[in-house]
Nanobody
């Protein structure tokens, strides 16, 4: 059984930094794309950043230059370094991984439990 475990959320003042991490555990063949999504109260969930197995990255415009997504050398953990945080970054952040359970199966989506990020003075 695959599980994604997130850590690193919390309360931070505007201009501060936080680092989120999400680790995959269990047995699987390969992780393809990893991503971070967020959902603020009353808003739709949006893709914040994503990274492919080849380490190509993509960011939503509002976080470009402030957030950095990366994955560790094992390829099983994804990070989101968030700098220069703004109140509008406040949301529940969830990691997503597209996993292949074996070489013959199409990737499936797996989600972390979500972690609250609050930016407030």
């Amino acid at each position: 059984q695959v599980q994604l475990v997130e850590s690193g959320g919390g309360l931070v003042q505007p201009g501060g930094s936080l680092r989120l991490s999400c680790a995959a555990s269990g047995t699987f063949f390969r992780i393809n794309t990893m991503g971070w999504y967020r959902q603020a109260p009353g808003k739709q969930r949006e893709l914040v950043a994503s990274i492919t197995s080849g380490r190509s990255t993509n960011y939503t415009d509002s976080v470009k230059g402030r957030f950095t997504i990366s994955r560790d050398n094992t390829g099983n953990t994804v990070f989101l370094q968030m700098n220069s945080l703004k109140p509008e970054d406040t949301a529940v952040y969830s990691c997503n991984m597209r996993l292949q359970m074996n070489a013959y199966r199409s990737p499936d989506d797996y989600w972390g439990q979500g972690t609250q990020v609050t930016v407030s003075s």
